[in-house]
């Protein structure tokens, strides 16, 4: 018998098994691929979201539920496994009218393949590494990971790369819902293709009808490799949106081929006696260098989540997005008009500005008009339509009061305090490796000089979790040996020899753990005698903008035993030393891998078996044969990995 389909209206028949059904917003005949949320094993379960209310998930006749008040931490649905296979492979791409022939694709696309599942399902994906002169690791971004450090994805701190000819599956849980990407996290190379949306299916703040048939990514885009950009910056930069962009809009350059046409959306125009469609968006920043503003004309965006947290839902005309922050958001097909911004006719531009954390003196015009809403989608018009006036593009976080959680923390007493337990950004011009190790996160606990992380791709913390010795002082790690239920305070500032001042803004990173943000603080030194934290309820997520020449103070519960990356998301930061590695509860850690039992202790061995076969070849490295083995003379330490490795 053929299980029907449930939609948002229709829940009367239910076969004799748990629930099966559309993802909200996903009718049946809406473009997009053929996904089904399952939880077969919940009998007598119901899907409950409707469009008038998305925060329901799923409910059974005795009461229960799973919707947004549930506490995702510490329980989910059951659904099913979600298998995916990605291939990496050398190739080339025309994004924007100029050729990029150092891409590096999963199965050659880009982006890479979306990757959905439902809150509460298993996702087990086999990464293939097909490329000819590198290994790799795939992040992904933002889960949890909970007692599962091993698939992180972190070369040198969870696993050695996946050399070239090999493959390795990733396999965790969605406890969490919402919307993210996933990428290479060896070196610089997500910035040559390697990323693609990941999409937790689950319940939201805000009322919609219809979902975005995919995730918007936005990003910045060069045509030289991301390797070779760490020394010279992208070269014919441009901005992408969806892996669609025009090189003429941003730098002015000629287009050898034809650019693509600009990505587009199509929504339902209003129609007499009735109520507006909302339309659910999915905004996520995958860039190497750029932060950005998103806005679209005449159409006020209403945020409902940041990162995988949902907040109580509050509207702007744009909203600035870090590098891997992301934000759901809810647009209504109804064009707003007033005086200095009149409809003019029924396409309006999507716009992503470049936000003032860098020059952005010299832009030529329009250089932002990087995609489409229609409301006629047989039009292939430009639009006419104007920027709203109020954007701002400066380089600031979304407001911090506007960023308030559904389900409220309470964030307990420092375990760390009285210990000077701070982080703070430091530069030097005296480089620890290569032409690099500018950057660092020096823990100050340490109380020793500022040392840029660098790993070590053939010797990964999580194969040394029975360590009773000193760590290698460049893997910068920072133990916290605290229990279950304890908070560790973490205050991330500027360069201490700079006054405690940053230059420009840092999108901080926090792998394993969502993180509260009690104090945020532009343009304004450190004073630990007069922080002003806020412990009811504070804005979370995994990314966090660091505030030019300010701090932030993040807090987060020591509840998830292993090696967790801190780092900046600006490619090319932690390239060059913006890390460190919290290593938390190891002996807890090495109890859920023993060395001598644990199969993933057995699968990672076998890993870095691979890699250091392919990689002790200098024939395999880059451009290959003898060219690759020359590359010795430069220097026999640091010719192959010239950067952190992260």
Not at 480 to 508: C, F, M, Q, T
């Amino acid at each position: 018998m053929q299980v029907p389909l449930l939609g948002d209206a229709d829940q009367s028949a239910l076969p004799p098994r748990g629930p099966r059904f559309r993802p909200p917003g996903h009718a049946d005949d809406q473009p997009g691929p053929e996904f089904m949320c399952e939880y077969p094993t919940m009998t007598g379960w119901r899907h409950c979201s409707t469009p008038d209310d998305r925060g329901c998930w799923l409910t059974n006749d005795k009461g229960d539920k799973f919707d947004i008040n549930t506490n995702y931490e510490n329980i989910a649905p059951v659904g099913v496994v979600r298998p995916y296979t990605l291939e990496a492979r050398d190739g080339w791409f025309n994004a924007d009218g100029m050729n990029f022939t150092d891409a590096k694709l999963f199965n050659g696309a880009y982006p890479g393949p979306w990757i959905q599942a439902c809150w509460g399902d298993t996702i087990r994906v086999t990464v293939k590494n097909r490329m000819k002169h590198n290994g790799t690791s795939i992040h992904w971004h933002g889960i949890r990971q909970n007692q599962t450090m091993h698939m992180d994805g972190v070369n040198g701190i969870t696993q050695c790369p996946i050399a070239s000819g090999h493959e390795f599956v990733y396999e965790w849980k969605a406890t969490q819902y919402g919307s993210s990407w996933y990428h290479s996290h060896y070196s610089m190379q997500y910035a040559d293709g390697l990323v693609g949306p990941l999409t937790l299916h689950g319940p939201s703040p805000g009322p919609y009808d219809h979902a975005a048939d995919i995730p918007l990514l936005v990003t910045d885009w060069g045509h030289n490799s991301g390797f070779e950009a760490l020394y010279t910056g992208l070269k014919n930069q441009t901005i992408l949106l969806n892996g669609r962009g025009d090189i003429t809009k941003f730098s002015g350059n000629k287009a050898p081929l034809t650019p693509p046409k600009p990505y587009s959306l199509v929504f339902e125009p209003k129609q007499p006696n009735r109520r507006a469609k909302r339309y659910l968006l999915r905004l996520i920043n995958t860039s190497f260098d750029t932060t950005f503003v998103f806005s679209i004309d005449n159409h006020n965006l209403t945020i409902v989540s940041a990162d995988f947290v949902p907040i109580h839902p509050y509207s702007n005309t744009s909203v600035l997005i870090g590098i891997g922050q992301r934000y759901n958001a809810i647009v209504e097909a109804n064009p707003i008009a007033n005086a200095s911004q009149p409809i003019r006719s029924k396409d309006f531009w999507m716009r992503t500005y470049v936000a003032e954390c860098a020059n952005t003196a010299g832009y030529p015009q329009n250089y932002e008009t990087n995609g489409i809403l229609r409301y006629d989608a047989s039009s292939t018009a430009d639009p006419v339509s104007l920027p709203w006036n109020n954007v701002s593009k400066k380089c600031s976080d979304e407001t911090y009061s506007s960023l308030v959680p559904i389900l409220p923390w309470n964030i307990g007493n420092s375990a760390n305090a009285g210990q000077e337990h701070d982080v703070v950004l430091d530069q030097t011009q005296t480089t620890k490796f290569g032409p690099h190790g500018v950057f660092g996160l020096e823990p100050t606990t340490f109380g020793s000089s500022f040392i840029p992380l660098r790993i070590n791709f053939s010797d990964p913390t999580f194969l040394l979790l029975n360590n009773t010795g000193k760590w290698p002082e460049q893997w910068v790690i920072t133990p916290e040996n605290y229990g279950a239920e304890d908070w560790v305070y973490l205050v991330i500032a500027g360069d201490r020899k700079k006054n405690y001042r940053s230059i420009g803004a840092h999108p901080i990173h926090l792998h394993g753990h969502d993180f509260a943000i009690l104090q945020q603080a532009e343009a304004q030194k450190v004073d630990y005698g007069n922080l002003d934290l806020k412990f009811d309820n504070p804005p979370r997520r995994d990314v966090v903008l660091l505030p030019r020449n300010g701090f932030v103070v993040i807090a987060f519960k020591t509840d998830n035993p292993g090696a967790w990356l801190l780092h900046c998301h600006i490619a090319r930061h932690a390239a060059e030393g913006l890390a460190m590695q919290i290593l938390e509860r190891q002996k807890d850690a090495d109890k859920i891998w023993p060395w001598g039992t644990s199969k993933a202790i057995a699968e990672a061995r076998k890993t870095c078996q691979q890699w250091n076969q392919w990689h002790t070849n200098c024939e395999n490295w880059w451009p290959g044969g003898k060219a690759g083995c020359a590359r010795k003379e430069e220097d026999p330490v640091f010719s192959f990995q010239d950067d952190s490795g992260i």
